[in-house]
């Protein structure tokens, strides 16, 4: 008896070590590192006279688009200034995450196990971010798939299916989310099949705006904004002119002489009213900038690729499309995606953009998921990353000395004393 409990001990003591491993490193370790992170405090803007970047990972931007009052206070009319007044008194803040470029892989690209390992880490690393912040609403700025350009129905419905099981969430959180290249192609590739589909699977449209807790944001599918007058970016820029009207109603009522405000009267009573405080602006493309030079942090773009011109309407909304989303739109802040890489530029020394680093380890070895704080008149922001796969790797390694040396000394133990055994029977 006492021979097989010897046997057995070690062996039951070394597979509850590997479970124990198994636990600890695919598991515990995304509590452990984004216990971390915190919803960023918004009431710290009331009073801090700085907007823009506070630290590497963290943003503050009260309700004043920065560097200007040209086109925000200084217009607004008795009527927005007391909703303001009642959405500071009355309203929470919305507590929302924002992830980009998940890049699920398909049947072309990738190993199965790199597929089944970085579709286990976004998944582990989402469900902890809704364990630990209870966000209010989560938005995914494109590029869900990485195939979806090219897979057939059937391939892109099994993908969705696989999204939609990694980020299953409580019917209580809002969920959105943006079409990406990767979801649907470039423009040239587009088709209104791809959209349709990807409209159908993940209930998004080209050009939308959503309400939540007295804070809109405009949705829009950066590949229909080519400029070229194709259907798609026809029917962008008719739903985007739509949504500028509709937003100009509701921010500064009607203005001008007498009959201009009975025309605009008639106009804006055709459109539901959308909370004073300017829009935030969601797309995948990053609006226009020359390169990356200005993108700095940790996870900024590294030195070998900040230098590159980007392409517009490839890496960068183009100029024109840039200019006239600014224009239509106002924005009080830009969250896009699309370049991987993290990046905070001001554009016209006015309004703020944040593109969203990639929140698969395929794309970066320090994906990052954004916390907001969103309220009218201020929004706060902190990136929280999740763990490094270098931390994994060392845990594993670590824990394989620790047990391979203990298995080692335990076989010596027993040789030692089997010899001990046999030279005392001699
Ligand atoms: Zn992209």
Known sequence: ??????????????????????????????????????????????????????????????????????????????ETRSSKHEQEQNVEDLRAIFIADTHLLGSRLGHWFDKLRREWQMERGFQTSLTLFSPEAVFVLGDLTD?????????????????????????????????????????????????????????????EVVTLKNNSFVLVNSMAFHGDGCSFCSSAQTKLRGVSERLNCSRFGHQGGDKQKEKGKSRCSHYRSLPAAPPILLQHFPLYRPTDEMCSGIDGTPLDEKYIPHGQRREVLSQKATDKLLSWIHPRLVLSAHTHHGCYIVHQNVTPEISVPSFSWRNRKNPSLILASISPTSIAINKCFLPEEYLILILYAASGVTMATYILYYLVCILCRHRWRHVKEL
């Open 1 to 78: 008896m006492a021979g097989i409990s010897t046997f057995f001990k070690p062996i039951l003591w070394f597979i509850t070590c590997i479970g124990v491993v198994i636990f600890i490193c695919e598991y515990l370790v995304y509590y452990v590192v984004m216990f971390q992170c915190s919803w960023p405090d918004i009431s710290v803007g009331k009073n801090y006279k700085h907007d823009g970047q506070t630290s590497d990972s963290a943003w503050l931007f009260s309700g004043k688009p920065l560097g200007s009052s040209a086109r925000g206070p200084a217009i607004v009319n008795r």
């Open 147 to 207: 195939e979806g350009q090219w897979a057939s129905d059937m391939e892109f419905e099994a993908t969705a299916k696989r999204f939609r099981k990694m980020f299953h969430h409580s019917p209580d959180v809002y969920f959105k989310v943006v079409v990406g290249n990767h979801d649907v192609g470039f423009h040239d590739f587009m088709s209104k099949r791809k959209l349709e589909r990807f409209s159908d699977a993940f209930n998004s449209s080209g050009v």
